[in-house]
């Protein structure tokens, strides 16, 4: 019989969102009647941008024309879409990102996990605790780690705590460790990294040889003008990082998928005969086997997010999801809970009320107000006793979700 990876054993089984879905649909059927008002799963709810359907529709047109028809693209992206992005999310920031250093994909989420393939066995690895569980699950399933304790946390990973006494920063960790996992804004919390607090890590990297892996898919959520919206704005962060971004959160691409990931050519790895080897060359080499490209059609509509028209519309759609985040913040903050982002993020993170777990929380909200949030604890330990509500809803959900839960 075929043997499976045995590293997929080791997944805890009752993962986060089929845990909530399991508790949901078991109260839908006690409760048929309940109007559920979901501010859970981190998904958008607004429909794509205007400038983004017309590119999408006119390149629909374009391929069902001899001239226009357009077969496998390059598997790194078209250069036009890189170019558009070197220059509006890079270059404009004084980051000397080049087009070619951006590799165009359909997700961050695959992108942060895939990008295991090029990195070996044995390296040291931090991630936040609570964190986004794709950096963890994607390292259980490439064999990094060892079993699950009884908290969650897997042996042979280091954890670096996030909670409010240290303002949810991600604190420099003592011992050196190979690879870290930065997510800024912060999914779940909501926390931001200042530019002192990512040179920090960029020396530190730079100290120990280590890699981070930044994930920006929330950068357009930053209203602080003085908030980097990418690692590369730190001087040296070419040395040592790689960063993910997504037009999934910005532009609600979650549907329509088309994301791009940054490695600088200077980023070195090393060898087991202990020579120096780069890493954009075994991306490009991991990409190109693996990977068939982005469709024409995606990467028009995400060349689209880039015009006049286009910027302007991301602008309101976010605009629109922090005007709800800072309702759901205001309403919760005046009946007393204490609330943490929400200002740079999509994201609301409570301390649920003294005494009472993450999990006893979300039923109770889901009880008493029928509101579907996401229990801090399945985001890691440290997430326990708090609880994350999300800005991605219409704004008639969140201000009823938000009568409710003060009501109660
Ligand atoms: C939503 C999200 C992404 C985006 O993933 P896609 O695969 O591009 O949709 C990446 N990182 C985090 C932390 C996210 O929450």
Redesign the pocket.
């Known amino acids: 019989m075929v043997k499976v990876n045995e590293n997929y054993l080791k997944l805890k089984a009752g993962y986060l969102f089929p845990e909530i879905g399991r508790r949901v649909n078991a109260f839908s059927e006690a409760n048929p009647k309940a109007d559920l008002i979901r501010l859970g799963i ?1 998904d958008v709810t607004e429909p794509l941008p205007p400038a983004c359907c017309k590119a999408m529709q006119a390149a629909v047109e374009e391929m069902s024309t001899q001239n226009g028809f357009h077969g496998y693209g390059p598997e790194q992206g078209y250069f036009w879409l890189r170019e558009t992005i070197a220059k509006n999310d890079f270059q404009k920031r004084g980051c000397g990102i080049d087009p070619d250093e951006i590799f165009i994909s359909d ?4 992108d ?1 996990s895939n990008i295991l393939d090029i990195l070996g066995e044995g390296n040291r690895i931090a991630v936040t605790d609570p964190v ?1 569980p794709v950096y963890v699950d994607s390292n259980v399933m490439a064999g990094h780690t060892g079993l699950a304790g009884s908290n969650g946390r897997y042996a042979g990973l280091s954890y670096i705590a996030l909670n409010a006494a240290n303002g949810f920063q991600a604190e420099i960790p003592n011992d050196p460790v190979d690879l870290i996992y930065l ?1 800024f804004p912060n ?1 779940p919390t909501g926390a931001v990294a200042t530019k002192q607090h990512l040179s920090d890590w960029v020396e530190y990297a730079k100290k120990h040889d280590a890699l981070i892996l930044f ?1 920006a ?1 929330y950068e357009a959520f930053i209203q602080d003008p003085l908030l980097p919206h990418s690692i590369f704005e730190i001087d040296g962060a070419k040395d040592c990082a790689i960063e ?1 971004r ?1 037009f ?2 910005n532009a609600g691409f ?1 549907g329509t998928r088309c ?1 791009l990931t940054v490695i600088p050519k200077s980023l070195k790895g090393i060898g087991l005969n202990g020579e120096e080897v780069d890493l954009w060359s075994l991306w490009n080499r991991r990409q190109c086997t693996k990977f068939n490209g982005v469709s024409y059609i995606v990467q028009r509509g995400a060349q689209a997010i880039y015009s006049l028209e286009g910027r302007s519309q991301v602008n309101s759609l976010v605009s629109f999801y922090m005007e709800n985040a800072e309702i759901i913040r205001n309403q919760l903050a005046k009946v007393g809970f204490e609330v943490y982002g929400g200002k740079n993020a999509p994201y609301v993170w409570i301390k649920a009320p003294e005494n009472i777990d993450s999990w006893e929380f979300f039923d109770f909200l889901l009880q008493q107000a029928n509101v579907v949030g996401t229990p801090g604890s399945g985001f890691g330990a440290s997430g326990e006793g708090f609880f994350r509500l999300s800005a991605f809803n219409s704004r008639e959900n969140v201000e009823e979700a938000m009568r409710r839960i003060t009501r109660i």
Not at 107 to 110: A, D, L, P, Q, Y
């Open positions: 981190g997700g961050s989420k695959c942060s986004y997510c999914n994930d898919a993910f997504s999934s959160k979650t994301a």
